[in-house]
């Protein structure tokens, strides 16, 4: 099951943020070669299909229950000493970024351009915050939906 038009529904929804928004592939983590990555920017996670329980509606729709979305945060956050004003205004401003994200996708139901639903309401299960790489920090939330393919032909 493609989820690629639910990736480019949540990837517009969340341009209104001005951030960078790019597909996840474990751009950022540990000894991942030949892959560069954006600071900041978020990084949408897809499920993968293990375990999850894909419904059937004649030829025209499928549905994947429990479909678990991982919005990834990077941002700077140097640390230098321990009377880090900077890293104090910069970790304020990530907890920020946070806050907006999860405002615009706690309970969104991504659509199509034709007004087709592509999600039930996106539900937040849990949210890892400030982990520290490097001079960055990075945040993920986890979302859970019930995920829709609609069919155009067939």
């Known amino acids: 099951m493609l989820l ?24 950022y983590e540990p000894n991942k070669e030949n892959t560069s990555y954006k600071v900041p920017a978020i990084y949408i996670e897809m499920p ?14 499928k549905s994947a229950k429990d479909c678990v979305i991982k919005i990834h945060y990077i941002s700077y956050a140097p640390f230098k000493n321990h009377t880090n004003t900077i890293q104090d205004n910069l970790l304020q401003e990530h907890s920020n970024v946070l806050k907006a994200i999860d405002l615009l996708m706690d309970g969104y139901r991504a659509k199509d351009p034709a007004n087709n639903e592509l999600s039930e309401a996106m539900m937040n299960i849990e949210t890892s915050e400030l982990n520290f790489m490097a001079n960055c920090v990075v945040s993920v939330i986890t979302y859970r939906c019930e995920a829709y393919l609609r069919h155009l032909q067939g």
């Open 48 to 61: 993968n299909y293990r375990g999850v329980s894909i419904n059937y509606y004649g030829k025209k729709l």
């Open 4 to 27: 690629y038009p639910l990736y480019k529904a949540i990837k517009q929804h969340l341009n209104g943020l001005g951030i960078q928004t790019f597909f996840y592939i474990k751009q």
